[in-house]
């Protein structure tokens, strides 16, 4: 008179399967939205850092045409900060005016040159005789 009761613990071998499924369908547009955050960062990284750096020169600049403004700025794959390159452009613009532009950006090829596409930002300023 005793009654056998089949008490099973634990999930199937097609519940498992399903739940694992499940799983995975969630967390890979997850990942894929962490990756690109993380590739944003490192974009906003290195355009902050050309930033800054371009800032850097253009200040050098202002400061050296005090004395030397006749002087030719023009300078092309300047290393500023370990792979970061600068390209330094000016022209007159009349006898008391200078037009300078500044381009600054890493160098990811590794060539030593700094190329249109590795550009990452170009500040344009004017200086005057003083």
Not at 11 to 28: D, K, W
Not at 38 to 43: A, D, E, K, L, R
Not at 117 to 126: R, Y
């Amino acid at each position: 008179m005793y009654k056998t009761v089949n008490k099973q613990n634990g999930f199937t071998l097609p519940e498992v399967l399903v739940a694992s499924a499940l799983l995975v369908l969630a967390i890979v547009p997850i990942l894929k939205v962490l990756a690109q955050i993380n590739m944003n960062t490192v974009v906003v990284e290195r355009k902050t850092k050309s930033l800054s750096l371009a800032k850097m020169k253009v200040n050098q600049l202002h400061a050296k045409s005090i004395k030397n403004f006749n002087d030719d700025f023009s300078e092309t794959n300047l290393v500023l900060d370990n792979s970061y390159l600068c390209n330094i452009s000016n022209q007159f613009v009349n006898s008391n005016l200078k037009a300078v532009s500044v381009s600054v950006g890493m160098d990811r090829n590794g060539s030593g040159t700094l190329e249109g596409g590795e550009i990452e930002i170009t500040l344009q300023t004017q200086l005057a005789r003083r």
